[in-house]
């Protein structure tokens, strides 16, 4: 519905933060009608020199920053502070991720904005938040995932502990700002006033680890390494097939776990005492594990999936992303999208997250050439003229 009204339309959001929590955040804003102004020194943002690149041009660049105008600014200096404090007068969101102490540093700090834009929602990104003994400690989303308990909880019971191999803490802090952005404005509109968001990386992923804190304060009880298995339920793993290739197979009910081990010639299970909860199954993991392996890995994966969903048995692919985008639920849904580039011909990236039914969200262009919109937004606080000639990376 490409004439569908956007829901965040009229929004303005300047995106100050650098590589991956803030951005994501400012992205899903933007996904949905935001103004976003990409906020970059000169030399550009480091997530142009992160990750893969195509002819030069930065891949997860132009993934992270759709929907965004590029301006350059040096905040080191006075006059280009002082056009981000008259930006941020107009703007509704400014999300940035320094260290805590560095806005102030410059003069652009929380009293300072507010004083321009009393209405304005400041959100505040950091690995440990803007207190704390920690505060100041330079951090970035793995030292989260090292330090919620994550990491400490992931990988075999044998084995060392286990980061992600993507930047899932700042992806996780990313959705939590981009909450906390909108819940503060539906705040103003109630009061008149804007706020801070104080969103630690470390603090979202501790609240989406679960109930181990509670777990620990009851029952002194510490997660535990348990692979691809589960403490509440069995069977929940990744089986090879005969042929090679990788199924994953979760049944946390009892009625779906009973369908498996019948599947698997085991109905014997079915009637074992500790059988009838998810925690006396997963006590027992070895068992229902050696009996679904070894039916898997006699038959090509093909078999096993068509088997399993006569059964109605719980079963998936473990795909690579040539797969996920061969995928005839993942193409009929539209997960990944073809998006025009000036650089690119056309990009493909994710498409959005969710969908909205009345007021859904579009990808309107892909992350922009560094320096992209400088002359337009700076113009429009400067006045015609007021500018002066381009300079390099296209600020002015």
Same mark, same amino acid.
């Given at each position: 519905?490409?004439?569908?009204?956007?829901?965040?339309?009229?929004?303005?959001?300047?995106?100050?933060?650098? *590589?991956?929590?803030?951005?994501?955040?400012?992205?899903?804003?933007?996904?949905?009608?935001?103004?976003?102004?990409?906020?970059?020194?000169?030399?550009?943002?480091? &997530?142009?020199?992160?990750?893969?690149?195509?002819?030069?041009?930065?891949?997860?660049?132009?993934?992270?920053?759709?929907?965004?105008?590029?301006?350059?600014?040096?905040?080191?200096?006075?006059?280009?502070?002082?056009?981000?404090?008259? *930006?941020?007068?107009?703007?509704?969101?400014?999300?940035?991720?320094? /260290?805590?102490?560095?806005?102030?540093?410059?003069?652009?700090?929380?009293?300072?904005?507010?004083?321009?834009?009393?209405?304005?929602?400041?959100?505040?990104?950091?690995?440990?938040?803007?207190?704390?003994?920690? @505060?100041?400690?330079? $951090?970035?989303?793995?030292?989260?995932?090292?330090?919620?308990?994550?990491?400490?909880?992931?990988?075999?019971? %044998?084995?060392?502990?286990?980061?992600?191999?993507?930047?899932?803490?700042?992806?996780?802090?990313? &959705?939590?700002?981009?909450?906390?952005?909108?819940?503060?404005?539906?705040?103003?509109?109630?009061?008149?006033?804007?706020?801070?968001?104080?969103?630690?990386?470390?603090?979202?992923?501790?609240?989406?680890?679960?109930?181990?804190?509670?777990?620990?304060?009851? *029952?002194?009880?510490?997660?535990?390494?348990? $692979?691809?298995?589960?403490?509440?339920?069995?069977?929940?793993?990744?089986? !090879?097939?005969?042929?090679?290739?990788?199924?994953?197979?979760?049944?946390?009910?009892?009625?779906?776990?009973? /369908?498996?081990?019948?599947?698997?010639?085991?109905?014997?299970?079915?009637?074992?005492?500790?059988?009838?909860?998810?925690?006396?199954?997963?006590?027992?993991?070895?068992?229902?594990?050696?009996?679904?392996?070894?039916?898997?890995?006699?038959?090509?994966? %093909?078999?096993?999936?068509?088997?399993?969903?006569?059964?109605?048995?719980?079963?998936?692919?473990?795909?690579?992303?040539?797969?996920?985008?061969? %995928?005839?639920?993942?193409? @009929?849904?539209?997960?990944?999208?073809?998006?025009?580039?000036?650089?690119?011909?056309?990009?493909?990236?994710?498409?959005?997250?969710? !969908?909205?039914?009345?007021?859904?969200?579009?990808? /309107?262009?892909?992350?922009?050439?560094? $320096?992209?919109?400088?002359?337009?937004? *700076?113009?429009?606080?400067?006045?015609?003229?007021?500018?002066?000639?381009?300079?390099?990376?296209?600020?002015?």
């Amino acid at each position: 519905m490409p004439d569908t009204p956007l829901p965040l339309a009229g929004l303005s959001v300047i995106d100050a933060s650098t *590589l991956f929590a803030g951005p994501f955040a400012a992205r899903v804003l933007g996904d949905f009608g935001a103004d976003v102004i990409k906020i970059e020194q000169p030399g550009g943002d480091p &997530l142009r020199r992160y990750g893969h690149t195509y002819n030069d041009v930065p891949l997860l660049w132009k993934t992270l920053s759709r929907n965004k105008k590029s301006v350059v600014l040096d905040l080191h200096e006075r006059r280009d502070a002082e056009r981000f404090v008259r *930006l941020a007068a107009r703007a509704d969101v400014v999300i940035e991720n320094f /260290r805590p102490g560095t806005l102030e540093r410059w003069g652009l700090g929380p009293d300072r904005l507010t004083e321009a834009n009393p209405r304005l929602v400041l959100a505040r990104v950091t690995a440990f938040g803007q207190d704390g003994p920690y @505060a100041r400690r330079p $951090g970035f989303g793995t030292l989260a995932e090292a330090m919620s308990g994550l990491a400490a909880m992931s990988g075999e019971p %044998d084995g060392p502990p286990m980061l992600p191999a993507f930047p899932l803490g700042d992806a996780v802090a990313g &959705l939590h700002t981009a909450l906390a952005v909108l819940i503060a404005l539906r705040g103003r509109d109630r009061t008149g006033a804007g706020q801070t968001a104080d969103v630690a990386i470390t603090e979202t992923l501790i609240g989406a680890l679960g109930a181990q804190i509670t777990v620990y304060d009851k *029952l002194g009880v510490k997660p535990a390494r348990v $692979g691809n298995g589960s403490h509440n339920s069995a069977p929940r793993n990744v089986y !090879r097939c005969a042929d090679g290739r990788w199924v994953a197979v979760s049944a946390p009910a009892h009625s779906v776990a009973e /369908r498996v081990v019948r599947l698997v010639g085991r109905p014997d299970l079915c009637a074992r005492p500790w059988f009838a909860d998810g925690a006396g199954r997963a006590r027992h993991h070895d068992l229902i594990d050696d009996a679904v392996g070894r039916w898997i890995s006699a038959r090509d994966r %093909d078999e096993v999936l068509e088997a399993f969903e006569r059964a109605e048995a719980s079963v998936a692919p473990v795909y690579e992303i040539d797969d996920v985008l061969a %995928d005839p639920q993942v193409r @009929a849904r539209g997960v990944a999208v073809d998006v025009p580039d000036a650089e690119l011909g056309t990009v493909r990236m994710p498409g959005l997250p969710f !969908r909205l039914s009345a007021t859904p969200g579009r990808i /309107r262009w892909s992350g922009p050439r560094l $320096g992209e919109h400088t002359d337009e937004v *700076l113009h429009s606080i400067d006045g015609a003229g007021a500018a002066g000639p381009p300079a390099r990376n296209g600020r002015s």
